[in-house]
């Protein structure tokens, strides 16, 4: 443990078939892997530089030959049997190792930017939440000082309930929001104007 910061960043295997369901309905399996390998260099070069510690939680398995550098993400294998048990697990493993902070994101944010998540370890010296609100109803960053076990049980994973429900799991928490994002997950959600847009 360099420091007392921790980013999670859950991540699947890139595998066809297994990534971006929803949109591969669309645009078919190939293009939707196309899609989904460049949302993962997008999340590597973002989260690279960044002055905190960082886990990498697989799917799957565990990729030794991968373009994220062992020097600089420690590997991890996703554990439960949904999105709650596992974002669940890999917060409880980060408050165990000694971290104070810990701040989780997925891999499919095109818009996610290096500040978001700077803004959010520093926000987190004022409150004991942080949540970054995405367009469908979910959240696409998530940063804890504590542990709160209900955030991540008896929700509808996957749905535009799961803000909110949220919300109510932390009322009793001091939280501060980051501004709203837009993750891909259908062919809509890819904007003329964005780097993905190559693949339709």
Request: include cysteine; charged fraction near 30%.
């Given at each position: 443990?360099?420091n007392?910061?921790?980013?999670?960043?859950?991540t699947r295997n890139?595998?066809?078939?297994?990534?971006k369901s929803r949109l591969?309905?669309?645009?078919?399996?190939?293009?939707?892997?196309?899609?989904?390998?460049d949302?993962?260099?997008?999340?590597r070069?973002i989260?690279?530089?960044?002055?905190?510690?960082k886990r990498?939680?697989?799917?799957?398995?565990?990729?030794?030959?991968?373009?994220w550098p062992?020097s600089?993400?420690?590997?991890?294998?996703?554990?439960?049997?949904?999105?709650?048990?596992?974002?669940?697990?890999a917060?409880?493993e980060?408050?165990?190792?000694?971290?104070?902070?810990?701040?989780?994101?997925?891999s499919d944010?095109?818009?996610?930017?290096q500040?978001?998540?700077?803004?959010?370890?520093k926000?987190?010296?004022d409150?004991d939440?942080?949540?970054?609100?995405?367009?469908d109803?979910g959240?696409?960053?998530?940063g804890?000082?504590?542990?709160?076990p209900?955030?991540?049980?008896?929700?509808n994973?996957?749905?535009e309930?799961?803000?909110?429900?949220?919300?109510?799991d932390?009322?009793?928490?001091?939280?501060s929001f980051?501004?709203v994002?837009?993750d891909?997950?259908?062919?809509s959600?890819?904007?003329?104007?964005?780097?993905?847009?190559?693949?339709?």
């Amino acid at each position: 443990m360099k420091n007392k910061n921790l980013l999670i960043i859950f991540t699947r295997n890139p595998e066809l078939g297994k990534v971006k369901s929803r949109l591969a309905r669309s645009i078919g399996k190939e293009k939707a892997l196309a899609v989904y390998k460049d949302l993962l260099i997008h999340t590597r070069e973002i989260s690279k530089d960044l002055e905190v510690d960082k886990r990498l939680y697989y799917s799957e398995e565990i990729s030794v030959s991968d373009n994220w550098p062992t020097s600089i993400y420690e590997k991890k294998l996703q554990v439960g049997t949904n999105l709650g048990e596992k974002m669940k697990y890999a917060f409880k493993e980060g408050f165990a190792s000694g971290y104070t902070k810990v701040v989780i994101i997925g891999s499919d944010i095109i818009d996610l930017r290096q500040t978001h998540i700077e803004q959010a370890f520093k926000v987190l010296d004022d409150y004991d939440t942080v949540l970054g609100p995405a367009q469908d109803g979910g959240y696409y960053l998530l940063g804890m000082k504590t542990l709160v076990p209900s955030v991540f049980e008896n929700k509808n994973w996957g749905t535009e309930s799961v803000f909110y429900d949220t919300l109510k799991d932390l009322e009793k928490h001091c939280i501060s929001f980051l501004e709203v994002l837009n993750d891909i997950d259908l062919i809509s959600d890819i904007k003329p104007d964005s780097e993905l847009y190559k693949h339709l």
